[in-house]
């Protein structure tokens, strides 16, 4: 298609501007708005309506003249140029280098909204991916091809989290570490010292030789946040289904990205939905984490970790309410434990990974997973009546197998979930670390594992040093 030009805008909103008398001007299609300096403006279609053309200018509008720009319709929507040589390279949110590289040559471009994957081409997702952090290896594992998002708020340490899991994160099960393995990390609306944090921590780790980075910054202009996870989706997408590498994306922060999508949806004078934000932001989430799975046939992987902060630590706000339908599960953070000093703080109760169960197991990861995950759980679970019933009778008034119950919700939060920010553990020192846990209480009590398990793993006379 050829490119249209047209002198002249109607209307300028915010990062919005309208352009009439258009024709054969299709949605999300690339945009390159020209100031009057000759300088051009990078922007997408957004709505197109008889004569009418909204577009979405990726830097802002600031400084462009309604009667002098000039606005150039390229007939085709906004494409990445793609390539393994992005491995080990930093980008800002529309792909472009930051790191003083060039820019890596490629003569594939694809389209950063992506190709639908066909539903009966998709693979269940199964194996999965080591991130040495026992609450999640050992109680929700992530398995490749999954959505797992991780619920936090603010304050809390994610990023220390999400700089972990980069650094650490690997394929698990038999002849995994023959396989190809890449980071492709996102991270849309953050403070300039994180962004330091990250690149630094990567940098000096070597782990940076593994991640294709992608940074928005606070003070970059909100609509590039609507691109960023775009384009991290879009490298993801070549490396895994064209160079058959297994791909972990990690996207920070999903709520800032959600705050751009409300912004622009009121530059658009839209009608607004729950708290603000558009009626369609389910559908507009979904078109990112969908692109997530196994294609039958292909051997590489796309499996996303998005981090999210809620807002005022309500997990029924419309970001993480919208998010946790359309993922297979959520790692949420307590405050709780934070305040405690425990890291990472995993709110076990309220964290589920709904395909764990098929990445677990013989052949995957160990044959006692799956029963002493259960057991683990059970007994927490059991943890939490016990407290509750300490704060009103008292410790001292507990049974003694009460105050074992005690004494294992203890040493499961400090010894278990609780580890170091740079404690790499493997699925065999997380399983083990779970029977050390297990066995402060009487084989009698754990009735989720088999007698042959508790023969072989059992640990007798643990001693509980908690308090």
Known sequence: MQSKEYLGLSEVSGPIIIVRGVSNVGYDEMVEVIDPRGDIRIGRVLEVREDLAAIQVFSGTRGLSIASTRVRFVGRPLELEVSKDMIGRIFNGLGEPIDGGPKPFSTVRMNINGSPINPTAREYPHDFIQTGISAIDGLNTLVRGQKLPIFSGSGMPHNMLARQIVRQARPGGEGAEKEEFVIVFAAMGIKHDDAEFFRRSFEETGALNNVVMFLNLADDPSIERLITPRCALTIA??????????????????????????????????????????GYMYSDLASIYERTGRIRGVKGTITQLPILTMPNDDINHPIPDLTGYITEGQLVLSRELHMKGIYPPFNVPRSLS??????????????????????????????????????????????????????????????????????????????????????????????????????????????????
């Open 237 to 278: 997408e070549y490396l895994a289904f064209y160079e058959n590498i297994h791909v972990l994306v990690i996207l920070t922060d999903i709520t800032n990205y959600a705050e751009a999508l409300r912004e622009i949806s009121a530059a658009r004078e839209e009608v607004p939905s729950r708290k603000g934000y558009p």
């Open 354 to 467: 709904r395909l764990m169960k098929d990445g677990i197991g013989k052949g995957r990861t160990r044959a006692d997973h799956p029963n002493i995950q259960s057991q683990l759980y059970a007994a927490y679970s059991n943890v939490q009546s016990v407290r509750s019933l300490a704060s009103v009778i008292g410790e001292e008034e507990l049974s003694e197998i009460d105050k074992q119950y005690l004494e294992y919700g203890e040493a499961f939060e400090r010894r278990f979930i609780g580890q170091g920010a740079d404690e790499n553990r493997s699925v065999e020192e997380t399983l083990n670390i779970a029977w050390e846990v297990a066995s402060i209480l009487p084989k009698t009590e754990l009735q989720r594992v088999s007698e042959e398990q508790i023969e072989q793993y059992y640990v007798e006379n643990v001693v509980a040093h908690t308090r």
